[in-house]
């Protein structure tokens, strides 16, 4: 017997929230219907899927590489679901987009790809700067749209959208000490190893939850390459906090990656585009936004961008 498409979906909205009552309530189900789903998927699959706790479930290991390939299995329906239903649009002419780092990694190629089919007579340009260059093209007419972390932005003359924001939550290796606890804060992260990300403003953003807390983490590794802390983390070398915008599960090293949500406040990465106020998106750019104001709602219903 094979899961079933809905019984992978509530496996997935349990897995995110750690609750079956928020699952059901996003799945809109009951929580009776979803916890005997999860218990026959338990018995296709042959082995524990969640770990019960006071606050919840959790994962088990089992069940985080489930999660990976249940991601694959959800991202592969609603690209055959999106590509079925969209229809080419006529619209024709230049577009200048341009990205930050973190964009360019995790949102750039979905992005591309959607807007080349959808808009097949648009001459798309893709131009990658760091916050400041864009915020300065854009006033300059240089470029039409930036698609970067708008929490950041700070320009004059600027208008921004916010398309998605992305938690952010611990991540360890499995078996890691904090996964038992029943609430996890700032202070229990600092006795550990933390691997700090250096890319797109990510140091200035970890510097001012850590000082709100009133407390310092003990950095062991500044990088500007995910990859290294994704493997650090999953061989268990120290810990991270990132967004689940970069998670990625499906990866070799992020199946053995486990997401602990933080009790102390911690902001989420809030993606979204930018234009210049003199200059507001209308007929072909106008579309143009709509079209990735619905990509990225259903990159994030997916849940797999792994980005915070």
Same mark, same amino acid.
């Not at 790809?113 to 400041?132: A, H, M, Q």
């Given at each position: 017997?094979?899961?079933?498409?809905?019984?992978?979906? +509530?496996?997935?909205?349990?897995?995110?929230?750690?609750?079956?009552?928020?699952?059901?309530?996003?799945?809109?189900?009951?929580?009776?219907?979803?916890?005997?789903?999860?218990?026959?998927?338990? /018995?296709?699959?042959?082995?524990? #899927?969640?770990?019960?706790?006071?606050?919840?479930?959790?994962?088990?290991?089992?069940?985080?590489?489930?999660?990976?390939?249940? +991601?694959?299995? #959800? %991202?592969?329906?609603?690209?055959? =679901?999106?590509?079925?239903?969209?229809?080419?649009?006529?619209?024709?002419?230049?577009?200048?987009?341009?990205?930050?780092?973190?964009?360019?990694?995790?949102?750039?190629?979905?992005?591309?790809?959607?807007?080349?089919?959808?808009? &097949?007579?648009?001459?798309?340009?893709?131009?990658?700067?760091?916050?400041?260059?864009?915020?300065?093209?854009?006033?300059?007419?240089?470029?039409?749209?930036?698609?970067?972390? /708008?929490? %950041?932005? !700070?320009?004059?003359?600027?208008?921004?959208?916010?398309?998605?924001?992305?938690?952010?939550?611990?991540?360890?290796? &499995?078996?890691?000490? #904090?996964l038992d606890k029943p609430s996890v804060t700032l202070d229990? /992260?600092?006795?550990?190893?933390? =691997? =700090?990300?250096?890319?797109?403003?990510?140091?200035?953003?970890?510097?001012?939850?850590?000082?709100?807390?009133?407390?310092?983490p003990v950095v062991h590794f500044r990088t500007r390459s995910?990859?290294?802390?994704?493997?650090?983390?999953?061989?268990?070398?120290? !810990?991270?906090?990132?967004?689940? =915008?970069?998670?990625?599960?499906?990866?070799?090293?992020?199946?053995?990656?486990?997401?602990?949500?933080?009790?102390?406040?911690?902001?989420?990465?809030?993606?979204?585009?930018?234009?210049?106020?003199?200059? &507001? &998106?209308?007929?072909?750019?106008?579309?143009?936004?709509?079209?990735?104001?619905?990509?990225?709602?259903?990159? %994030?219903?997916?849940?797999?961008?792994?980005?915070?």
């Amino acid at each position: 017997m094979k899961p079933t498409l809905r019984q992978i979906e +509530y496996f997935v909205a349990v897995a995110e929230t750690g609750q079956v009552m928020r699952a059901a309530e996003r799945c809109s189900a009951s929580q009776s219907s979803l916890t005997i789903a999860l218990q026959n998927l338990e /018995v296709i699959v042959g082995t524990p #899927l969640f770990i019960r706790h006071a606050k919840g479930l959790r994962p088990t290991e089992a069940g985080e590489r489930f999660l990976r390939h249940a +991601y694959r299995i #959800l %991202n592969a329906t609603d690209d055959a =679901l999106q590509e079925a239903r969209t229809l080419p649009d006529d619209a024709g002419g230049r577009l200048r987009l341009a990205v930050t780092e973190t964009i360019s990694a995790y949102l750039l190629p979905s992005v591309a790809s959607t807007l080349s089919k959808r808009f &097949p007579n648009v001459e798309l340009t893709l131009i990658e700067g760091d916050r400041r260059e864009l915020e300065a093209a854009v006033l300059a007419g240089e470029v039409d749209l930036a698609l970067l972390l /708008v929490s %950041n932005v !700070v320009a004059d003359g600027l208008v921004s959208h916010t398309l998605l924001r992305s938690t952010r939550r611990l991540w360890t290796s &499995p078996g890691h000490p #904090l996964l038992d606890k029943p609430s996890v804060t700032l202070d229990d /992260v600092r006795g550990q190893r933390f =691997l =700090l990300l250096d890319m797109d403003e990510h140091v200035q953003t970890v510097e001012r939850y850590w000082h709100a807390a009133q407390v310092e983490p003990v950095v062991h590794f500044r990088t500007r390459s995910i990859e290294a802390i994704r493997s650090l983390v999953a061989q268990g070398y120290g !810990v991270s906090i990132l967004s689940d =915008l970069v998670y990625r599960p499906w990866s070799i090293d992020g199946g053995r990656i486990l997401r602990r949500d933080l009790s102390t406040g911690v902001p989420s990465m809030d993606v979204g585009l930018v234009w210049a106020q003199r200059r &507001p &998106p209308e007929g072909m750019t106008e579309r143009i936004v709509s079209a990735l104001r619905s990509l990225i709602r259903e990159i %994030n219903d997916r849940g797999h961008m792994g980005v915070e």
